[in-house]
């Protein structure tokens, strides 16, 4: 089984919400990801969680605040968002963050900000 | 600087008729490259991985390459369903997992 679900699969929010996108995978995998995607353009990696410890922020703006409660489950909260963070966010998992090992995605969270 | 391109950015193709995508990168100690399919609105699914020159990879009617500097994807006897946008990455040596991804190419198949 090389399932990652996230959740919600639609989100429409305001600049002045809070709100959550959930992943989980249960393929034993020590390392997840969030990446951005905006429409006709490849993933942008955001974070990377290795062991359930943050090991790469790409300079995302603070109103993203990753969490790794476990190592199946991975947590994107979302304040004060702007219209421009409208994207596809997607959650991936591999084995770990050496020796290339493949990344699997989930199908994405298609967040909209108004 | 880790960098991928990739060759055509859209191609269009009558059901059967065949073709290669090519994946152009530069990347310090390379641990992986790999490649994905992404259907609009959805996450990437996960292809094939290569690890070195002159690995291949089948499945189906899609068979990947790799050489020091590039990747193709063949795409033998293509069919409508195969429609979809491909993404080449690479993940270099900074054991971070990180993916550098291409632009893709936007494939659609005629029947």
């Known amino acids: 089984d090389t399932e990652v679900t996230q959740t919600p699969k639609h989100l429409v929010m305001g600049m002045t919400n809070k709100k959550s996108l959930k992943c989980e995978q249960h393929m034993g995998h020590r390392a997840m990801y969030w990446y951005k995607q905006k429409a006709k353009k490849p993933p942008e990696l955001m974070f990377v969680?290795?062991?359930?410890?943050?090991?790469i922020n790409e300079s995302v703006p603070s109103r993203f605040s990753p969490e790794c409660p476990n190592s199946s489950l991975l947590n994107l909260h979302l304040h004060a968002l702007q219209p421009e963070d409208s994207a596809l966010y997607l959650c991936a998992s591999s084995q770990g963050t050496g020796e290339g090992p493949e990344a699997f995605f989930g199908q994405g969270t298609r967040l909209t900000v108004v | 600087e880790d960098q991928v391109t990739q060759s055509p950015e859209a191609l269009r193709l009558q059901e059967g008729e065949s073709s290669s995508l090519n994946c152009s990168y530069t990347v310090s100690g390379l641990r992986g490259l790999f490649w994905y399919r992404q259907d609009p609105g959805k996450g990437p699914e996960f292809l094939f991985t290569?690890?070195?020159a002159g690995e291949e990879k089948e499945k189906e009617r899609l068979k990947a390459t790799l050489t020091k500097k590039e990747s193709f994807l063949h795409i033998t006897a293509p069919k409508p369903e195969d429609s979809a946008t491909y993404l080449c990455?690479?993940?270099?040596?900074?054991?971070?997992?990180?993916?550098?991804f291409g632009q893709g190419t936007t494939l659609q198949v005629k029947p």
């Open positions: 990455a690479v993940q270099g040596s900074s054991n971070t997992g990180k993916l550098i």
């Open positions: 290569l690890y070195s």
């Open positions: 969680y290795s062991y359930e410890k943050l090991s």
